[in-house]
């Protein structure tokens, strides 16, 4: 296998290392992204709560405080350059009892010392104003008006589309297998597609960031432990809020919230519990009541009736102090091997922390380091984004498909998703190689009847703009084929595939 | 946008309820009528529906799917009807106009005097039963997997369990095994059997599938593709009972859990639905609570036979055709049908009292029990009866017919507005 050399790896093309991609592909270097899985997004960054949180809730002055608020910042900040959009609808932390209010205050006062704005404390009458479908308990408020939302899945293919853009390369299905230290510095990872070597590398790996560094045997305490998070989605002509609506934090997280999703649904999750396995994603019988019983304490209109989808995510929750104590994001150079940086334990709120941290990591490698940084001239500062039929107005769908008739025929009927669209993800600077690719990048699949109807034509295209057999096409990468065989194909002899009784 | 066209009434939806409407209007009227399709072809689902079973009714026939879409689609494309096919609508309004495109013509703005709203229904998920477990490839609806074998023609699997004794599903496991595959058990929640008693027979009985009632999924495992499900048999409250999980290797699990009348387009233009059917409220002439927009087959209520589908296809687009011609359709009176005891949905939701002979007079409820003897049906105005019909037994899986005798129209007559009571006991 040939032999690659860059400036910088990076290792998984999450939210995190999508975004410190995008932030060095401004720079005059040569750069690389090695993901495990088929595409960008698969783990933790996408099954996620999708919100831009406020900063109000982390502990004042730890790293997680300062990356949240500055990455709220940022977000908006770069959303035009992007091609996101960002829902701002602001949060509300709901107090459900007497009790509960009086802790309003204590949060207002920790919003305030973390620097965040516009923070206000509301009356249950202003509270309820703001969301009426909140249960007539609510006591109070606290207000934060800078959270907001965003589709988690475009988030990251934005910020990776960008970097691609801008000249970083993306290797898929590739995974770190093992690490070369040379007199004391990490000189090479080697993958099943190769070697890879560096001046430096980035740990991004999510919930497997710990075992990265278990491999040069840097910090052996430091133990990512999966926790899984359950939600659920419902049908947006049936149950609909507005905002982002927290219960009171306890001492275990934020607890079940109930909020809008950047498509106009209404999401409620998570639970939090501990999994062995870390891709452990299954949804349980007793995770799915327990965050509906909860979440209609806080919104009763919720109904089991109206669910469209139910998924889970895994969360990385680790720690650099060995009692636990204190939990925080670890973002540093690593103090064992030289030339890795260390991104690990980025549990929530990572997702808008992720171009802070990016940011960071230029400052680390800039004044810790010693790296100079020179401005690449052909840098091309904005993505644009691809054209969503759905959001259309009628003469401007009219304008498109005279264009281009692929605009012209819907795929997925509740989601109105064109096969332009999926054709443009197919052979975006990101390909969208799988039905879960373009799911994730056209909302196709996401509605009411969760792909039953698309499926096949998705099958179809697929087969047709990759050129490759209906029998490879997978849901999400390899093993998760929808087709066996053709039928009245003849089964080999032996072949388990098959009754006796096949007339 | 400009409106490209007038039509006197327009279809949407080429399916079975459709094309009879589409053809009903034209006879009626001899006016413009245009039937719009999403799909390349007509037909709705029958033309997937390889089996046989269809027009007993209507033809006296035994007809497969295809076959009974065909006799349709032949007479309607014998009048002067124009068809659209593989074209989406995207939007209609309470004024009747209707925002449609395709690939070949673009966006299209239409104006009609009348709608019939004719978009079938869709398959309930796995999420809407909120089935615990992965997110595995290899879970099919059955309407899904029936498309990918005998429209694509592929195997969707190998190994499969088929969750849901409806009809599809049954129709599915003998499908699949016709097709190679092995269909190791069909497994219902409910402590009975939900689809036809001959497909029981002729599906599962002759094909040596197991069926196991009370039962359902779970679990399902495997992280890229199926792997296998766990299933459970569940108490009279369809709690699981400790101890009967059995795991079962698979590759594949088919879901036939229930169909859902397909309405997106009508809650955008205003039509109200029923929380029961969750089709549009309908009056004895298939007409909404939007004048001039009216609904026939899966889409207000989801029929056991194709055959009556058909039927309020037929007088739906009598009605609109009428409608168009501006002949008065009285929509202000009439006798709200409410289901009551034993008695899941009633459509139509209310009775129009009318002389008419071939306007619907008739009504059509779905027992949500199962009651293996002779019943009465009654509709009850107050505590008294106002009809009242016998039936050999109630099934959830069949629907009930009536059609109102003169008689009881006379006494409907006298009531003119306020509500029934559909029950059975």
Known sequence: METKNFDVVIIGAGIVGSMVAQRLSKFKLSVAVLEKEVDVGMGQSTANSAILHSGHDPEPGTMKAKMNKRGNELWKQYAPELGVEICDTGALVVAMNPEEKKQIKVLYERSNENGIEGVEMWSRAQTLAREPHLSPECTGALWTPTAGVIDPFEGVVAAAEHAALNGVQFFFNTEVQHMVVEEGKLTTVKTNRGDFHARWFVNAAGIHSDEIMHMVGDRPDFVIRARRGEYMIFDKAKVKVSNVIFPMPTENGKGILVSVTAHGNTLIGPNAHAIEQKEDTAVTKFGLSEILEQSKKVVPTISAQDVIATFSGVRATGNYCPDGSHRDFLIEISKRVKGLINLAGIESPGYVSSPAIAEEVERLLREEAGETFEDKEEYQPTRQPRVRFAKLSHDERAELIRKNPAYGRIVCRCEEVTEGEIVAAIHAPIPAMTYDAIKRRTWLGTGRCQGSFDYPRTMEILSRELNIPMTEITKRGPGSVFLFRKTKEIVEAGGTDGNNKAV | ?425
């Open chain 2, 1 to 425: 946008m400009e409106t490209t066209k007038q039509y006197d009434v327009i279809v949407i939806g080429g399916g079975p309820a459709g094309m009879a409407a589409a053809i009903k209007a034209y006879e009626e009227g001899k006016g413009k009528v245009l039937i719009i399709e999403r799909n390349d072809s007509l037909g709705g689902i029958l033309p997937q529906c390889i089996h046989n079973g269809f027009g007993a009714v209507n033809f006296d026939r035994d007809y497969p799917g295809p076959q009974y879409a065909y006799m349709y689609e032949k007479k309607l494309r014998s009048y002067d009807i124009e068809i659209l096919l593989d074209t989406m609508v995207l939007e209609i309004s309470a004024e009747k106009e209707v925002y449609a495109m395709n690939s070949a013509m673009g966006y299209l703005h239409l104006q009609s005097k009348a709608i019939v709203l004719a978009m079938g229904c869709r398959e309930r998920t796995r999420s809407q039963i909120r089935l615990p477990g992965t997110r595995a490839a290899g879970i099919y609806t059955a309407g899904t997997a029936q498309r990918l074998v005998n429209i694509e023609g592929y195997m969707p699997g190998k190994r499969i369990v088929i969750l849901g004794s409806g009809d599809i599903g049954m129709i599915m496991a003998r499908r699949f095994t016709i097709e190679g595959a092995k269909v190791l058990s069909v497994l219902e929640l409910q402590p009975f059997l939900t689809g036809l008693r001959r497909n029981y027979v002729q599906c599962l009985q002759d094909y040596g599938i197991p069926l196991h009632l009370s039962t359902t999924v779970n679990k399902i495992m495997g992280a890229d593709r199926v792997e296998a499900i766990e299933t459970v048999q569940v108490d009279e409250q369809y709690n699981p009972i400790e101890g009967s999980e059995e795991i079962i290797e698979c590759d594949t699990l088919v879901l036939s859990v229930g169909l859902i009348p397909e309405n997106e387009i009508s809650r955008k233009a205003g039509v109200k639905l029923d929380r029961r059917t969750n089709g549009p409220i309908v009056d004895s002439y298939m007409m909404t609570t939007i004048p001039g927009i009216f609904a026939a087959g899966n889409v207000t209520f989801v029929y056991d036979l194709v055959d009556y589908v058909s039927q309020a296809g037929e007088l739906a687009g009598l009605n609109a055709a009428r409608y168009a011609r501006n002949e008065r359709i009285d929509s202000q009176l009439g006798i709200r049908l409410k289901p009551g005891r034993n008695v899941g949905s009633v459509v139509p939701q209310k009775i129009m009292i009318t002389k008419d002979d071939e306007t619907g007079t008739s009504i059509t409820l779905r027992p949500n029990a199962l009651i293996e003897h002779r019943v009465t049906v009654e509709l009850k105005y107050g505590d008294e009866t106002v009809v009242s019909f016998k039936e050999q037994y109630a099934r959830p899986a069949e629907m009930m017919f009536h059609k109102l005798k003169e008689k009881e129209l006379a006494r409907l007559e006298e009531i003119k507005s306020g509500e029934l009571t559909a029950v059975i006991s």
